[in-house]
């Protein structure tokens, strides 16, 4: 039997969403903001940062995939959905549910440093540094999350548990 306990409640979510919105905002006084959500994980965490800013950002969606339905990494990362618009000269916010061993982000950055976007940065809702791997540079982080697989408001374990409202550490998922 697997069990759940709540490591962040969605209060506690909404508001550091909200927080980061409003940095977010700060940073970027002028213009647009191309706001790329990678799927799936970041969809509900995009949805929110993106309506706490007051602006009007551009919504793309990427689809990446470098884990298989477990909770090891495979080691390979794959653009399985590209984005619809051109980053050529754009500010680019990657948003992103988790960095774990990095290995995601420093491929992504790397491919989408090559389409020439002005700015590139990177916003995730959960950081678990103590399992890098690649170095990232993660300009906005949510929280800080101890080396716990967790799962909820967007995170899964093998595709369940993504619209739990809190985000939850998973114990023993068999
Ligand atoms: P990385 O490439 O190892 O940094 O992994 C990033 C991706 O792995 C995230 O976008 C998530 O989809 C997934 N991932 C990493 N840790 C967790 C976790 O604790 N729960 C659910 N998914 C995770
Ligand atoms: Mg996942």
Redesign the pocket.
């Known amino acids: 039997m697997s069990s759940l306990r709540v490591l962040l409640t969605e209060e506690q979510i909404q508001a550091r969403v909200r927080e980061m919105g409003a940095e977010i905002d700060r940073d970027y006084p002028d213009g647009n903001v191309h706001m790329v959500c990678?799927l799936k994980?970041?969809c509900f965490f995009m949805t929110d940062l993106a309506r706490s800013l007051h602006r009007d950002p551009l919504l793309d969606f990427m689809g990446i995939s470098?884990?298989g339905k477990g909770?090891t990494?495979s080691g390979e990362?794959k653009v399985t959905k590209d984005l619809d618009f051109s980053v050529e000269g754009a500010d680019l916010l990657i948003v992103?549910?988790?960095?774990?061993?990095?290995?995601?982000?420093n491929y992504l950055i790397n491919l989408l440093e090559q389409r020439k976007p002005r700015s590139i940065r990177v916003a995730a809702l959960l950081d678990?540094p103590d399992?890098r791997q690649r170095p990232v540079e993660v300009c906005y982080v949510g929280f800080r999350i101890p080396d716990?697989?967790?799962?909820g408001y967007g995170?899964?374990?093998a595709e369940h548990y993504r619209n739990l409202r809190d985000i939850c550490i998973l114990d023993q998922p068999y």
């Open positions: 990678i994980g970041a470098s884990y909770k990494s990362v992103e549910d988790i960095v774990d061993s990095g290995v995601t982000l678990k399992r716990e697989f967790v799962v995170l899964d374990y």
